[in-house]
């Protein structure tokens, strides 16, 4: 039997991390095994990995000789950084660095950076169409990401850079429909009349499986990903078929997300406006069919949503 190819999984008790933990995990007879990096492996979530066969490490993204340790005898490793965990697109971007050298000394052959568009290339700084935040990005948290890609390439790592996209898991939280006084459903979202592309956040796991499965073909190259492209009429009417009832479309206009309150309005005010302008780019750069090829159990969001029925039984 051919020993087993090592994936260190940076944020494995996350959402995308764990997603590609459990996909390799529950790939019997695979060519890869997990080890976890958690900089709390004691957690619930690091045990339960590690009682399905995991190793489990501890590392720290904000000091790369953690990292550097945790990845050292790896083949491969999938790395991806929590902007919303301090709002820092500094920081963020220091551990990217970290992540890149750590990746370099520990000579991974084949890394995954979950990373995101740098929308400055579609919106520069001086397009007033929506402001300009922290001084020197339009969407922090997708600015810094795409910025960050060049780390890699100076380091030398041999990279896939894996773009994602809105979670659907957000509808769990922070988007859910909601009940109105009259009674009625409400879905608002910031699209206009727009597609989003929207994804599981287990399936951008699952795709991260199918890029190490590929191997070498996809070293260097750019893989844009999502699970479905619909407008915010699509979206609210899969809800009304799920829930039995009507469920109405509200557009939220740019700058009443963007003056919502909540911590990191603003950005992400200008993320459904990017969105929402330039969805065609977007959505054109995620074909769903190239990226069935490399996960075929991509879900739609009607499955999805039929997965999570009982999360939403009560609105």
Known sequence: MTE?????VVGATGAQGGGLAHAILAD???EFT??????????DKAQA???LGAEVVTA?????????????GAYGAYFVTNFWEHGSPEREYTQARNLA????TAGIEHAIWSTLEDTRKSVPLDDDRMPTLMGEYKVPHFDVKGEANALFVDAGVPTTFLQTTFYWDGFLSIFPPKRQEDGSLVLAMAMADSKLAGIASEDIGRTAHGIFKRG???VGETVSIAGEHLTGAEYAAAFSQLLGEPVHYYPVPFEGLRSAGFPGAEDIGNMFQFYAEFDDEFTGRRDLAEV???????????????EHKEAFAAL
């Not at 997990?34 to 957690?43: D, F, I």
């Not at 069935?292 to 039929?306: E, G």
Request: aromatic residues 4%.
């Open 4 to 8: 087993q190819k090592t994936i260190a």
């Open 28 to 30: 019997h007879g695979s």
């Open 34 to 43: 997990v080890r976890a990096l958690t900089r709390n492996p004691g957690s």
């Open 49 to 51: 990995l590690a009682r």
């Open 60 to 72: 720290d993204l904000d000091d790369e000789a953690s990292v550097a340790k945790a990845l050292d």
């Open 101 to 104: 050298q750590a990746a370099k």
């Open 216 to 218: 070498e073909a996809l």
């Open 292 to 306: 069935r090829k490399l996960n075929p159990q991509l879900k739609t969001f009607t499955a999805w949503l039929t």
